[in-house]
Structure formats: C-alpha cells, structure tokens
C-alpha cells in the first residue's frame, strides 16, 4: 500500500494554468520552486510582479511585451494541444516528477474538463497535484494511506468509477462503487491521523487541505 505522507519534501515544479490564479502569497509559500506558465497566465502574474523561468504555448494570450529578462518564452504553435500540454510536452526530459498545478480551474467550463483530460494522459510520467482554494487533489489509482489531520474534510470523486474500501473516515465504504453519475463520495471526514482506501478497481481523485510548499510523498 501506497502511503502519501508530508515531511521536508518540496515539490520539483510548479506550473500555473491561466485559470483561477491565487493571491501573490500562495505564489511566496513555493518560493524556490521553480515556476513555469502558460502564455495566457503570465499577464496575471506579471501584474503581481511574479516571473516564471518560462512562458510555454502559442502566444496568443500574452498581453506584456516581451522585455522580461528573468522569463524564457517558448513558442509552440501546434493547435492539437492546449496550453497545460504544452506546459508538460516542454518539461518532459528534464528530471521533474513532483508537479504542483495552479491555475486548473477557472474560465471555460471546457477548459476545466480539457485539462483533467491532460493530466490523467500523463499521469504515469509524473506525480500531479492540484492545488485550488487552499485543498490539494490528486488522482489516485492504487490502494494508499494518507496523512491528514483528525476532523479534516476528504472527497474521494472517481473518475469515472472506482470500487473501494476506505478506513478512518466518518462514513466508511465496504467494497463499494462510486461513480460519476451515480454516487461520488464528497464531503466525507478523516476520524483519525490518516485514512486508507483500498482500490479493488477503477480510480478516484483525493482532495485533503493543502500543505505548501510540501508535496505529497509516497513511500
């Protein structure tokens, strides 16, 4: 069994999607992780006076002249991948495992949902996680046990079905289905210092609280 725990591991890079962009402080809790972003993001975080190491897509988007010197700006045309893909098409190679998301959510609707696509895609090369509103979501495909505090909120939601076992949640699942359009399993309440879910099928995504700048490590 997987067990994600948090202890003095950073996460290796962080990319903001030009979704729903956080305060200027979340941005200072990861100082000293390296930053890349989206070419539609950077207008937002050039006003909080952030400067990514790079500015990946198409360019469409960027609004600021390209006179920032700390910022590498890489162009990539092709209309068959949106800007999160290029985001890790450019990052492929490089040694990055641990990837913070922000920016996931936010805008269009489809944008959302094109991006969840994205990341399940590429979910075996990297460890993904999402950061949004101050929770932390990662997709989960192999029975694990994470490290949380008594009383916190955890959701289990499948994508799109998954059969569990879950121990030291307020409302436990016995080898049960959730499923998109059936039953998720949001809302739910750690009882103790961790829970566990048994996967017998399927996958879900996890959402705790955040703990930046740490990452969730598995051992």
């Not at 990055?96 to 949902?113: A, R, S, V």
């Amino acid at each position: 069994m997987n067990e994600y725990i948090f202890k003095n591991k950073k996460f290796d890079l962080a990319i903001c999607l030009n979704g729903e962009i956080p305060s200027k402080e979340i941005f200072e809790q990861i100082a000293g992780i390296p930053l890349i972003a989206a070419d539609g993001a950077y207008n937002a975080l050039n006003k909080l006076d952030i400067h990514p190491v790079a500015i990946v897509g198409d360019m469409d988007s960027v609004d600021c002249v390209h006179d920032d010197n700390q910022t590498k700006f890489v162009k990539i045309d092709s209309q068959e991948t949106n800007d999160f893909e290029k985001c890790i098409q450019y990052i492929v190679g490089k040694g990055y495992k641990n990837i913070l998301i922000i920016g996931f959510t936010g805008g269009l609707l489809e944008h959302t949902m094109n991006n969840t696509s994205v990341l399940m895609k590429y979910t075996s090369d990297f460890d993904f996680t999402i950061y949004h509103q101050g929770r932390y979501s990662f997709l989960v495909e192999h029975s694990s046990q994470f490290q949380v505090k008594p009383e916190e909120l955890v959701s289990l939601i499948p994508y799109p079905i998954v059969k569990l076992t879950t121990k030291n949640l307020k409302w436990e699942l016995d080898k049960e289905y959730l499923e998109l359009g059936t039953r998720e399993g949001a809302r739910n309440i750690a009882i103790s210092d961790s829970f566990s879910i048994v996967i017998y099928s399927g996958k879900c995504f996890v959402f705790i609280d955040s703990r930046l700048p740490l990452c969730p490590h598995r051992i």
